[in-house]
């Protein structure tokens, strides 16, 4: 699966594209991710390329990809050079996840969502690898899409 | 082992470490900084004994470095490409002399480039001065060739070239580590007193001597030369020969557009030295690297001397695409227009900026600003650096540029910027000319107590290292002093009507004494947990019916918190990212952005 996140300096798109790489691992799958992060704080996109169960090099060809993460949606333009395909956190998701968690924890919390919501991969696999604050936030993330 | 999820800078660090370095040095540059912070982290949690730490430039990481070698500890040092120009004295001279112990030398490019100077290509150094290279090509052979690196640095006594790409070095990948951490204790030795006669010829080498010592070198080279076998993958008519990250994107790319019966992929993983190959069997032999043409020239093959590989700009999967076309083995698709990101500026409270706001405001737009090397580059987006060349040449250009214009008698107003780690790094040499000819222009050192833009590394002015032991801070003040500037002042460019006066003194000092002058604008980063804490933190709100729309605080100042709102033409302060301090108020020239 080739998977591009991209988001902005302190969302925390650097550990939701880790936790899924950790994740995958465990399951015995390889990774290979390229990070462009060198400007993010001062105002630069993140950006991660991550190739799961497959490939050498974490570099994915513009509309290649199977699916663009995107954790600030003024990067669509930018993340549609990738795929077409891509998923993108309601305001009412953004507004729930920053009302029921920390901020620092709201990045797990639409882990959650993406995870419940795309059904790429298993909440439990997940669950096994965060400590307990994002634990918690990553389940307030999936029981928000059930109910 | 489990399975490590590494950058390949971190799995660099993991090789050396357990292949048994323990002395490393380096400068920070992007893409190559993670190497020893990693370093570090691991010594520390294995317990290991080992020297780590940054030095004030590459040309003494090397130095250092190797002299360590000679002593027979076995050492590393890391840097950027443009960093090894630095390096490049003891670099070249190194070879001859040789190693006691091993001395791997990590080199990062920046094909693109991301964040260089230059798309230069080390392997070209490396083999100027003939020094084996290793190329890795994934994560995986970063961990594996660095052991390997140390390993032939070792077996030979010549210093050995890592090299690695931004691709390569910033990757991430799951790493099987095979090897353990060794806690062996260190022996040091150099001068033994009875056979010194034999030795020192080559420490202390004449002309002649350096000779015999190239001769020495040669023999190496074509020693390593003899081992240095290609891997071949698929079996095609056409012959492509790659090395680095490049090798593979075409590996992928022959998979997927199956191309294994048309194309014989062959991997370099030493580019330097290479022996003669007998290529007569392919009807083409084709050299796709990054991001000069070492093996083309090497072995005489295809690439970018007849227009098949471009000759600038990184090959990403993208352009080996393209490549793949140019050869005429795949239809190319569509080209994909990427709309530009925004551009990036200083923080929100970078005290740069408001620093380089009182400068623009006293010598105006006319002055030139010869900039440097480090995150107050930005400052080009509001107009206060002209000109951006390499390391510590914002002194020299000030030098240059005043002097110049000295000499055709015009008027110009001149002022260097050089932050506080650029300054220690070669800042110094070029203030000491300037002194010494009496070149009248104001040199601005920004000191914000840290390597900010590769990722807030420890400065010279740090009373700690990176492992704790207590360090001589280093004064820039007592530097600058020491010299002989005659005009050197202290400011924390918040107090911005202080920060106005020192200013203005400066240019009457420069006017009646004719000589150099100096201003050390002080404050600590706020993208540090320590600068950010005692950063002051006001509620800062723009008065709408103050605000005339004239965007200002925009063009002339751009804080990223600050954001225009079209619909009532006014500033607007973005509370998500401003951090309150202030410094905006001094900005607006109709009052409209105030402290609340």
Known sequence: ??????????????????????????????????????????????????????????????????????LSRELLEYAKTFSENTFAFTD??????????????????????????????????????????????????????QS | MPRLYLSGNEAIAYGLIQAGVRFITGYPGTPSSEIIPTFQKIIKNKGLKAFAEWSVNEKVAYEVAYGASLAEIKTAVTMKQVGLNVAMDPFMNSAYVGTNSAMVLVSVDDPGPHSSQTEQDSRFFAMAAKIPILDPSTVQEAYDFAKRAVELSRKYGIPVMLRSTTRVSH?????????????????????????????????????????????ALNEK??????????????????????????????????????????????????????????????????????????????????????????????LTPEVCEEILGRIGLIKRGKTITVPPLKRPSLCP???????LYAVKKVFGKKAIYAGDIGCYTLALNFGVTDTVLCMGASVSFGFGF????????????????????????????????AVHYRVPFLTIILDNKTVAMTGNQKTLSDEVSSSGEPVTPIIIEN???????????????????????????AKKF???????????????????????????????????????????????????????????????????????????????????????
Request: hydrophobic fraction near 40%.
């Open chain 2, 349 to 355: 409270g970078c005290a740069h900026r408001i620093a």
């Open chain 1, 92 to 145: 009412d998701e953004i507004q729930t996840a920053r009302a029921s968690v920390p901020m620092r924890y709201v990045n797990t919390f639409l882990l959650g969502v993406f995870v419940k919501k795309t059904k790429l991969f298993e909440c439990q696999d997940f669950i096994n690898i965060l400590d307990e604050e994002n634990k918690k936030s990553f389940i307030k993330g999936c029981d928000y899409v």
């Open chain 2, 479 to 505: 530097v600058v002093k020491g010299i002989g500037i005659n005009f050197v002042q202290t400011v924390d460019p918040y107090d911005f009507d202080v920060s106005v006066k020192v200013l203005k003194d």
């Open chain 2, 221 to 314: 080279i074509a020693e390593i030369e003899r081992t240095n076998e290609l891997r071949f993958f698929f079996k095609g008519d056409i012959l492509i020969i790659s090395s680095g990250a490049v090798f593979s994107y075409l590996y992928e790319l022959i998979e997927e557009y199956g191309l294994q019966n048309k194309l014989t992929l062959a991997k370099v993983d030493m580019p330097y030295p290479l022996k003669k190959f007998d290529f007569s069997g392919y009807s083409r032999v084709i050299a796709i690297e990054e991001s000069m043409p070492v093996l083309e020239l090497q072995l005489c093959t295809e690439g970018r001397r007849n227009g098949i590989v471009p000759k600038q700009g990184e």
């Open chain 2, 510 to 596: 420069l006017k009646e004494r004719n000589e150099v002058a100096v201003i050390v604008f002080r404050h600590l980063c706020v993208n540090t947990k320590e600068g950010l804490s005692a950063n002051p933190r006001y509620n800062v709100a723009v008065v709408k019916e103050l605000c005339k729309g004239c965007k200002l605080c925009l063009t002339e100042f751009e804080c990223p918190a600050i954001v225009f709102k079209e619909e009532d033409v006014k500033a607007e302060i973005d509370h998500t990212i401003c951090v309150g301090c202030g410094c905006c108020v001094h900005i607006c020239p109709t009052k409209a952005i105030r402290l609340i």
């Open chain 2, 402 to 433: 005043k002097k110049a214009f000295q000499l055709a008698g015009t008027e110009q107003d001149v002022v260097s910027i050089i932050g506080d780690s650029t300054f220690f790094h070669t800042g110094i040499s070029p203030l000491i000319d």
């Open chain 1, 1 to 70: 699966m080739k998977l591009v996140i991209l988001g902005k300096g302190g969302q925390g798109v650097i550990f939701f594209s880790r936790v899924i790489a950790q994740a995958s691992i465990n399951k015995g799958l390889s990774v290979c991710s390229t990070e462009i992060k060198g400007m993010a704080k001062k105002g630069g996109a993140v950006e991660i390329q991550m190739k799961i169960g497959e490939g050498m090099s974490g570099m994915i060809r513009r509309g290649t990809a199977d699916m663009v993460v995107l």
């Open chain 2, 171 to 215: 990757g991430r990948a799951d790493v099987e580590l095979k090897g353990n951490f060794v806690n062996e204790p260190l022996k040091a030795q150099f001068k033994i007193l009875k056979d010194w006669d034999k030795k020192l010829w080559r420490y202390a080498a004449t002309p002649r001597q350096r000779l015999m010592l190239h001769a």
